[in-house]
């Protein structure tokens, strides 16, 4: 698919081949690149975030019996884009592997 954008839009995108790990060493070895951005996505879209019960208990419950309603929370919402989020880049880097 990015081959084909690539083809369209006619546009070169330089490869990211040299990052900083946390401490500020670089990083040159492919799998260590790739782990890096990995743990790097992975913290930016799965923030340990607290539940706040009381958020929770002061729902109104559903109205109608027979059709329950789904209280989704901002949280959930944006915990499941984010393992969305992370299965797509995984199969991105499993694509890319031979790089």
């Not at 975030?49 to 209280?71: F, G, I, K, Y």
């Amino acid at each position: 698919m990015f081959e084909g954008v690539r083809k369209i839009t006619g546009k070169q995108v330089p490869r990211v081949r040299i990052i900083k790990d946390k401490n500020g060493k670089l990083l040159a070895d492919q799998n260590k690149v790739k782990d890096k951005w990995l743990e790097y996505f992975h913290e930016l879209y799965n923030p340990c975030t607290p539940t706040d019960q009381s958020v929770l208990s002061e729902m109104a419950p559903s109205q109608n019996r027979d059709t329950p309603t789904l209280h989704l929370l901002k949280a959930e919402v944006q915990a499941v884009v984010a393992r969305m989020f992370l299965s797509l880049f995984m199969l991105f880097l499993s694509s890319n592997s031979s790089v």
